[in-house]
């Protein structure tokens, strides 16, 4: 259960989409930024949520952001692409759990009037 739906949040609700997808790059640009650090904080692929590789340079460069990802998950998006399959949207990626609920909260401040339980 997400906080989204405990909320009664309508999640296909565009305006709830565009802070999701917002939060999301925001949180995929500190990634990003982390990983070019010698030693970085953010040890897990952001699209499975698996320890990326050691060194880092053997992880791959993701086909949607330029985040590193696991080696796994660089194969996955070039057979998706490959076979012509819609991509894994960064909204559902592992690591954005996290950023979901608090994108549903912020949608609640906001539009306190859109919640189907308010
Ligand atoms: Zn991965």
Excluded at 7 to 30: A, H, M, N, P, V
Excluded at 55 to 62: K, R, Y
Excluded at 96 to 115: K, L, M, N, S, T
């Amino acid at each position: 259960m997400t906080v989204a739906s405990d909320l009664g949040i309508d999640t296909s609700d565009i305006r709830y989409q565009t802070i999701l997808e917002c939060k999301t790059r925001q949180f995929l640009e500190q990634v990003k930024a982390d990983q070019k650090k010698v030693k970085p904080f953010f040890d897990l692929c952001p699209r499975c949520g698996h320890l990326l590789d050691k060194p880092m340079a053997w992880n791959a460069i993701s086909r949607r952001e330029d985040v590193l990802i696991c080696s796994k998950c660089g194969t996955d998006e070039a057979m998706m692409d490959w076979a012509g399959k819609e991509p894994l949207h960064i909204t559902n990626w592992a690591l954005v759990g996290a950023i979901a609920d608090e994108a549903a909260h912020e949608f609640c401040d906001i539009y306190p009037e859109a919640r189907a339980n308010a």
